[in-house]
Structure formats: C-alpha cells, structure tokens
C-alpha cells in the first residue's frame, strides 16, 4: 500500500513570507507527527496529532509555526513569517496508534533566503 | 531530559567488513530503542526495535542491536556490509513512561560510507 507522503518535495520562500507543508498518513492511521531535521541533526519533534486533535504541540518552537489535522487525516504545517533560522527538512509520520511503529515520508525540505 | 549520543559522525568500511554502529542514551529507566536509517531523498526507515524481553534484536536488511543496561547502549551491528548499506544512521528512544510514549528522541546520525 501507500505510505506517508509530502508535498512539495522542495519548496524555497523568501524571508517573511508564509509556507504550506502537507502530509498525507497511510490510511487508517490515527497518529500523526511532524518532526524537523536541520543540516547535520537528529530529526527533533514538533507536534503530534491523534485523529484531529493536537495532543502535544511542545515542540513547536514558536508562535510562527502551526499544524492541523481538520478531517483526522491530511495535516499541514503552516510557517509564517518564515526565517532564515526554519530552513531544514520537515518530516512527517504516522503509526496505527501512539505506542506503534512510526513510518516516515519522504520529507520537504524548505530553504528560507 | 533523556538524551542519545551517537559518538561516531562518519564510519567508513569496505563492502565485505562487519560494522557496530554505536548508540549511548541517558535516561533513568530503560527507554524504548530504535535504530532508522534514512538513504538521500528517503524517508526514515525502521530497522529494529527494543521494547523489551531478549536484548539481542533482529532487524530487516541482516542487521541486529544488542541492548546493554550496565552500558546504557544499543549498538546496531552487521556482520558483512553492502554497498547498499551506504547512508545515515540514527538512534532513537523513547520515554515509555508518563505521558509521552509516543515521542522519537533522536541521536545526530552516523554517515555510513561503503568502500568497493
């Protein structure tokens, strides 16, 4: 079957201006994760959805930076007033439930100049 | 707060040789533990996992980890390497405990280069 995909596969914006990132979980999963991985790290943990609702979002580091799930399946991650600072690849994953095996798409890497 | 340390940023080793990758974490109980490998233009993938039981764990593509509580590690080990095992490596964990049993803490990767 399908798994976890996302679009744009790139996407370049010009500080300031507003971003769109989408996910689309394998079907039928109930969790769903954006994580973010800068140049040389570990993928970090932004927020994590079960069904529509945003059941940790600590890892959002600001106000900027907002996710949601509205019909329990599509999610997307919405940047404003983008920086150079959010320029890294943005993950997403979705697992059956909270305590299974979380499978990653392919990622879209931003590049804020 | 648990941390993964993954002491190694690049390993090369001739297509043929065995490899351990290594995986250190800090946290006062035992964590869920993982092993991803992520190849350019891909997505993370599962290669194994430990959540407990038999601390020697069986993964996909010939690799296995073995969990070490008196070293608080979970090296990730193949005993004749390919070509196509080229790429990055992370170690995660996660906290089974409270209320973030969901959560992936990852390390920074090891860059895997596979000499012919």
Do not use: M
Request: hydrophobic content about 30%; charged content about 15%.
């Amino acid at each position: 079957g399908a798994g976890v995909s996302q679009t744009p596969s790139n996407k370049v914006t010009e500080k300031g201006k507003y971003v769109e990132l989408r996910c689309d979980p394998i079907s039928g999963h109930t969790a769903l994760y954006w994580y973010r991985q800068s140049l040389g790290q570990g993928p970090e943990f932004l927020i994590y959805f079960q069904g529509t609702g945003a059941a940790d979002d600590s890892g959002l580091p600001n106000d900027r930076f907002f996710a949601v799930r509205p019909e329990g399946s599509v999610s997307t991650l919405k940047i404003q007033r983008t920086e150079r600072g959010d320029s890294a690849v943005y993950l997403c994953a979705s697992s059956a439930t909270a305590q299974e095996t979380q499978y990653f798409g392919p990622g879209t890497r931003l590049l804020v100049l | 707060a648990q941390s993964v340390t993954q002491p190694d940023i690049h390993i090369t080793v001739s297509e043929g040789a065995s490899l351990e990758l290594r995986c250190n974490y800090s946290y006062g109980a035992t964590p869920y533990l993982f092993w991803y490998v992520q190849s350019p233009g891909q997505g993370l993938q599962l290669l194994l996992k430990y959540f407990s039981g038999d601390t020697l764990v069986q993964g996909i593509k010939g690799f296995e980890a073995e969990f070490k509580r008196s070293q608080s590690s979970f090296n990730l080990r193949k005993p004749s390497v390919h070509w196509s095992d080229a790429a990055e490596y992370f170690c995660a964990v996660v906290n089974p405990s409270g209320g973030s049993n969901y959560k992936l803490t990852f390390g920074k990767g090891t860059l895997l280069t596979v000499n012919p």
